[in-house]
Each structure stands twice: as C-alpha cells, then as structure tokens.
C-alpha cells in the first residue's frame, strides 16, 4: 500500500537525483576561452603563430582540465579594437567564457580592459608589449614581454659597443613610444647621443621618408622598433635606400627581426645586433622540442608572438587545474605567481604586477648550417630575470 509518506519519499528521493543530476552536469559542461586575434589584415601574422601555438598546447596537454572539457572559441578581430570590444563583449555575455586571451595589438587590449574589469573576468594578453597595458585592468595577465624590457639590453650594448650617435625609428602608437622613450634614456645615460626621433604609422607605413632623414643625419646606428609583420618590408627598403652600404649600423628590437619572416628577408639582415625575449634558435631542450613540434604541425617556425601564446594556455591550464575549474577572482588568484620553463627560458608571471618576468638575450643574426642554413637569431648575452623596466617608475 502507498502511504502519504511514501509519496513523499519519493518526491524526496526524485528530487535529490534531479539535484545531483544538475550538479553533476554543471561540473562536467565545457570550460570556454575566447580567443581573440587577428586572423585577416596587417596583423594577420601574429593571428596566425597564436592559433597554431594554441592548437599546438592543446595537442600536447588534451582538452580536458579538472575533468571538464575545454573549448577554444576563436574569433578574428582584424585588429580593430571596436571590434575586439564587441567580439569580447558576447563572448562573455553569451558564451560566458571563463577566459579572453589573445589581443595582437595594443589598442586591442585596452580597448578591452574595462570589460574584464565590470565582468571579473581574467584576459590573458599574449601578444601586445605596451608596458602600461597591465595597469588599465587588475584581470590582467601578459604572457608576452613589454617593449621597455626588452629595449634597454640593445640600448646598453649598442653604448658599450662603440655606437655614440642614433637615430630612433619606431611605430606611431603605444609600444613605439615605450621604445624610443626607453632606447632614448638608457643610451644618453650611457654617454651616447640621439639625433633625431622617427615614427611612422601603423597602418600601411612608407619607410622612403623616414629612411632619406637617416641617411642625412648619418648616425653611427639607426635603432628600429616595428611591429611584428613589417621587419621584412622595413629590411628591404633599407637596403633599396642604400643604408646598408651606408655606414649606419642596423640595431633593432626582435620584432623587426622577426622569426616568421627572419628566413626570407636575405643578406640585408645579416649582422643585425638586436635583443629580444625568444628566438626559435634558442639553445635549450624545452625549445628544440617546441619548435620540433610546431614545425611538424605547421610548416613553419614560431615565432615570439607563438610562445606567447603556447605559455598563456599554460598559464590558463595550471590555473584552472589549480581551482577546479572555477572563473572569476580564483582563477586570476591561480595565474598570479606562476614559475615555469618556457621554450624562451625560464619565466615568472610577477603576482604584484601580473606582467612577465624574463630572460632578455642580445642576438645577431646568422646563418646557421645546423639548422638548415637558415637565418637566426643567434644569442649571444643574456640579462636574467628582467622585470618590465615601465613598472619601476
Ligand atoms: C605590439 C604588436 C607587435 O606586433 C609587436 O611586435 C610588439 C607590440 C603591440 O601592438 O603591442
């Protein structure tokens, strides 16, 4: 016979497995990323190496974290920064991603900074170097360098290495001003001297101009930043001009020498004193089996913006291993403090400042006939640990 109470049992009893049911299907729903890079125009570089680094991490590491499945939702910005606020704006609307990573450009991660800081949610910046992007959002977490860390080490040896007169030649926008602000006060603290101070702009830049004013100024160097994508356009010209021939030492950031495009700039680039955070020759196992790795699954080299991206699903996997897949302030908790080896050497994700702290090396760039007779970024010097030098104001 059913009694009352065993009609109540039931419902209990039913009602607990509806629980549990929901419960167990909360913990098991995907984990979501959105990834948000330049996959079309200018940039479309820097898209590309951050995809095939993240499909890359993924291959090596699975698609599981915490027992939950994790799903990578790329969308292409075209780095426009309106659009990269919308696209993240529904990515953590709609999708109610636990992540936004990526951003190729500068403008793009500021533009979305006050999103992640009104919605909690951590943005992993794998590619933009302006030093004060870290300072526009607490949620902010770079895997990438900035532009003052890795300028001072080329500013120091271009001073010890008998070049007394520069000229500065960098981008019209964030990461060419921290450049030339920290090329210009690092070098005149040496003893050396600047000429002139040359931009040029970020969208489809003519060098013939700025490149004329070098050669009238004759300066022992001329000192380059670009952005990813432009180092081959810049080196041919340069070389069209005459520079080459010219007496003006070329000394540059790593972005103008650039592993994605390094192997078909030619002779020009040969020489090319310049420091940087990785190079795809970097002598280390952890690196040889990345690149190994990389180039077997995409038919060509990773470049800095690549490691970028590798280290920040690192950085991202540990974090969420860490809380259980949970989002929000936890998961920015777990991403502070991370120490690891990275293929550019070892790194700390500073938990004060949550940028990047790294080795910096000084390269030339070479032949190299144990790697195919390609050109490389050969290292030569190394400043350990470097902290963002735009930090310590
Ligand atoms: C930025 C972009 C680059 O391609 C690069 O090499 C350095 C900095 C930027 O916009 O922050």
């Known amino acids: 016979m059913i009694t009352k109470r065993h009609v109540l049992q039931l419902a209990i009893a039913a009602l607990t497995t509806a629980c549990a049911v929901t419960a167990f299907a909360a913990d098991t729903s995907p984990i979501k ?20 680094a993240v499909k890359l991490w993924m291959a090596q590491n699975g698609n599981k974290v915490a027992g939950r499945s994790i799903e990578v939702i790329l969308k292409d910005d075209g780095a426009v920064p309106d659009a990269t606020k919308r696209i993240a704006q529904e990515l953590i609307v709609n999708d109610k991603v636990s992540v936004i990573a990526g951003f190729g450009i500068t403008p793009t991660a500021l533009a979305t900074a006050p999103l992640a800081t009104q919605s909690k949610t951590p943005l992993v910046v794998m590619a933009a170097a302006t030093s004060s992007i870290t300072e526009a959002s607490p949620y902010i977490i770079r895997t990438s360098f900035t532009l003052p860390q890795v300028t001072i080490g080329i500013a120091d040896w271009a001073a010890k290495n008998k070049i007394k007169k520069a000229v500065t030649l960098v981008a019209d926008y964030g990461p060419g001003f921290d450049a030339e602000k920290y090329f210009d006060s690092q070098f005149r603290l040496n003893g050396g001297q600047i000429l002139d101070k040359l931009r040029t702009p970020l969208r489809s830049p003519d060098f013939a101009p700025v490149l004329q004013k070098v050669l009238d100024a004759k300066p022992d160097a001329l000192f380059v930043f670009l952005p990813s994508g432009q180092g081959a356009a810049f080196m041919k010209q340069f070389a069209e001009r005459g520079l080459d021939k010219s007496g003006v030492k070329l000394i540059a950031t790593g972005d103008v020498t650039d592993d994605d495009q390094l192997n078909d700039m030619g002779d020009v680039a040969l020489g090319v004193v310049n420091s940087h955070h990785y190079s795809a020759a970097h002598p280390s196992a952890t690196n040889k089996k990345f690149v190994d790795a990389f180039q077997a699954a995409n038919k060509f080299r990773p470049n800095f913006m690549a490691v970028g991206g ?6 991202i996997y540990k974090a969420l291993e860490a809380t259980k897949g949970a989002g929000g302030d936890a998961l920015l908790a777990a991403m502070k403090g991370q120490i690891f080896e990275s293929p550019r050497g070892p790194v700390l994700i500073d938990g004060q400042t949550r940028d990047i702290v790294q080795d910096v090396y000084i390269r030339k760039v070479e032949r190299v006939p144990a790697m195919g007779n390609g050109l490389y970024n050969v290292e030569f010097d190394v400043i350990k640990g470097v902290k963002d030098p735009g930090k310590l104001k």
């Open 33 to 52: 990323i959105g990834l948000i890079l330049p996959m079309t125009g200018q940039s479309a570089s820097t898209g590309r190496q951050i995809d095939a």
């Open 310 to 315: 590798y280290d920040g699903m690192r950085v």
